[in-house]
């Protein structure tokens, strides 16, 4: 974020040259431990040291949001100021929750792969969303999309839409 000012007299153009930094973060997949597969996820983040607060956005959307963050398939950049992180990343209740400690730099992003151990393989079970509601429906902010993420980073087989008036069709 950069604050300036300057002052325009009508009928004249001002230029205003905005010198930025290079943005801070990281850049996260999560895999299968046992296929390296990329896996969707939910991750939440905590600052170690220096402890800041953290506020990665309002709730309005699955890539970032108050301290949590979706994953899917493609690597995500999470921005965070530079200091020491927790990352915490879960694959519905097949993986095991992964804690992870990495730095981020001034200016830089950083790389992290997560790998996650299945550890409670619940074969022939089906994880099921009933009632998901999204932009379709008055006075809700989340869209389709996000919805779809946050699901299938839970582990969620199977999203059934809880839309008023509207047919909303989630797949593929």
């Given at each position: 974020?950069?604050?300036?000012?300057?002052?325009?007299?009508?009928?004249?153009?001002?230029?205003?040259?905005?010198?930025?930094?290079?943005?801070?973060?990281?850049?996260?997949?999560?895999?299968?431990?046992?296929?390296?597969?990329?896996?969707?996820?939910?991750?939440?983040?905590?600052?170690?040291?220096?402890?800041?607060?953290?506020?990665?956005?309002?709730?309005?959307?699955?890539?970032?949001?108050?301290?949590?963050s979706?994953v899917?398939?493609?690597?995500?950049?999470?921005?965070?100021?530079?200091?020491?992180?927790?990352?915490?990343?879960?694959?519905?209740?097949?993986?095991?929750?992964?804690?992870?400690?990495?730095?981020?730099?001034?200016?830089?992003?950083?790389?992290?792969?997560?790998?996650?151990?299945?550890?409670?393989?619940?074969?022939?079970?089906?994880?099921?969303?009933?009632?998901?509601?999204?932009?379709?429906?008055?006075?809700v902010?989340?869209?389709?999309?996000?919805i779809?993420?946050?699901?299938?980073?839970?582990g969620l087989?199977?999203?059934?839409?809880?839309?008023?008036?509207?047919?909303?069709?989630?797949?593929?």
């Amino acid at each position: 974020q950069i604050a300036t000012s300057t002052r325009v007299t009508a009928g004249q153009t001002e230029q205003v040259v905005l010198k930025t930094q290079p943005r801070t973060g990281v850049r996260i997949r999560v895999i299968d431990a046992a296929t390296s597969q990329p896996l969707p996820a939910r991750l939440s983040f905590d600052s170690i040291f220096p402890r800041v607060p953290l506020s990665l956005g309002p709730p309005l959307k699955a890539g970032c949001y108050m301290t949590t963050s979706y994953v899917g398939l493609e690597p995500r950049t999470v921005y965070l100021t530079a200091g020491k992180w927790l990352v915490k990343a879960v694959h519905g209740l097949d993986y095991k929750m992964e804690e992870v400690a990495f730095d981020t730099v001034a200016g830089e992003i950083a790389e992290l792969t997560i790998p996650l151990i299945r550890d409670n393989p619940t074969p022939g079970w089906q994880g099921l969303e009933i009632g998901a509601r999204t932009d379709a429906t008055s006075g809700v902010m989340t869209q389709l999309d996000d919805i779809v993420l946050m699901s299938a980073a839970e582990g969620l087989d199977w999203l059934v839409s809880g839309d008023f008036e509207r047919l909303t069709d989630p797949a593929p």
